[in-house]
């Protein structure tokens, strides 16, 4: 508690609660501290288990893509140069240049969706608070340890 002088030469209490003055009567509206950082801790810990998860669902996307696009698109250029197949419209070396580009849309949207969550769980971190650091810790931890197993399954 702390003083304040008024014009009337009387002092009223004032409560300083988190760098606030909350004059007496007056009703907090923030949450209070513990329940605040809490919250903070458990937000940044699901951020830091959905960063883990985007960052093994990538490699798994990268690899699944890698294995499902057929020979090459210059090997298929040539074995249709070598077989005069231009009478045909749609030729599979344009279906597959399509496909390679969404793939490769879909998969540069997915790394920017994960720069973007990495830099707010580092800036989350560079608050210097020791709880945030743990959470964000454990968060990576728990999403890693959930997330690896499906690099391996097929």
């Not at 093994?56 to 249709?80: M, R, W």
């Not at 945030?132 to 690099?151: C, D, H, K, N």
Request: glycine content about 10%; overall charge negative; hydrophobic content about 45%.
């Amino acid at each position: 508690m702390q003083e304040r002088g008024g014009w009337s030469g009387f002092h009223e209490q004032v409560e300083v609660l988190e760098g606030k003055q909350c004059w007496p009567g007056q009703v907090s509206t923030t949450l209070p501290p513990l329940t605040g950082m809490a919250l903070s801790v458990l937000v940044l810990l699901l951020l830091a288990v959905l960063y883990e998860g985007i960052k093994v669902g990538k490699a798994k996307l990268l690899h699944q893509v890698l294995v499902n696009l057929p020979t090459s698109i210059s090997q298929q250029t040539i074995a249709e140069t070598d077989g005069d197949s231009a009478g045909s419209d749609s030729s599979p070396v344009g279906r597959t240049h399509h496909r390679w580009y969404l793939c490769h849309f879909g998969q540069s949207l997915i790394h920017v969706i994960q720069v973007v969550i990495g830099y707010f769980i580092m800036l989350a971190v560079m608050s210097y608070n020791t709880w945030i650091f743990l959470g964000v810790v454990l968060g990576s931890a728990v999403g890693y340890y959930l997330a690896y197993p499906l690099l391996s399954t097929a």
